[in-house]
């Protein structure tokens, strides 16, 4: 099983700064990586696929970078509905998730 | 758009079945091209993926569950359904069915809203 890491759990910001979420993979996933946003009460909806394409509707201060083990999910500026716990996917063997990163107000 | 809805009950007694359906509108599942999912997600915790079904019935399941989960598809009412058997305490969790692409990462989208089932005597 290909276990995901992501740091830090807590990203304490305020809006306008720029957010960085790391997700680490214990083995090699080449560029199948993607990221998803979850707000309280709500399922998850995606971001990223594929470590860098955003999906449809995603506004573009959202990006993805990164390939085999290490991936980064950027921020450029963020927005009050931006505040949400983060968490990447990959699909190697079987599909697993990470922990999850929370963005929360400084 | 696409959208699902799951549905059943939201309390089941332990060594039970939980039963749960996802209704799909906006598209069809018979037409193919996308695989059918389960993810769960306990309270205030991660995510995990239960299984899929692509409309011609073939299953794939979490090697962890696949033992007492069973995935089913209804093409003619647009609906997959999940069947988890011997639940206990530790298989309380919001169900959400979603969407799988199957290119590159296979990506979960779209999401139904989820629905808490609570397994509890």
């Known amino acids: 099983e290909i276990v995901l890491t992501q740091s830090p759990a807590t990203l304490s910001l305020s809006p306008g700064e720029r957010a960085t979420l790391s997700c680490r993979a214990s083995?090699?996933?080449?560029?199948?990586l993607a990221w998803y946003q979850q707000k309280p009460g709500q399922a998850p909806r995606l971001l990223i696929y594929d470590a860098s394409n955003r999906a449809t509707g995603i506004p573009a201060r959202f990006s993805g970078s990164g390939s085999g083990t290490d991936f980064t999910l950027t921020i450029s500026s963020l927005e009050p509905e931006d505040f949400a716990v983060y968490y990447c996917?990959?699909?190697?063997?079987?599909?697993?998730f990470g922990p999850g990163t929370k963005v929360d107000i400084k | 758009q696409v959208q699902l809805q799951e549905s059943g009950p939201g309390l089941v007694k332990p060594s039970q079945t939980l039963s749960l359906t996802c209704t799909v509108s906006?598209?069809?599942?018979?037409?193919?091209?996308?695989?059918w999912s389960w993810i769960r997600q306990h309270p205030g915790k991660g995510l995990e993926w239960i299984g899929y079904i692509y409309y011609s019935g073939s299953t794939y399941y979490n090697p962890s569950l696949k033992s007492r989960v069973t995935i089913s598809v209804d093409t003619s009412k647009n609906q997959f359904s999940l069947k988890l058997s011997s639940v206990t305490a530790a298989d309380t969790a919001v169900y959400y069915c979603a969407r799988a692409r199957p290119r590159g990462v296979w990506w979960f989208d779209p999401w139904g809203q989820g629905t808490l089932v609570t397994v509890s005597s």
């Open positions: 906006g598209g069809s599942i018979s037409s193919g091209g996308y695989y």
């Open positions: 996917q990959q699909r190697s063997n079987w599909h697993t």
């Open positions: 083995q090699s996933v080449s560029s199948y």
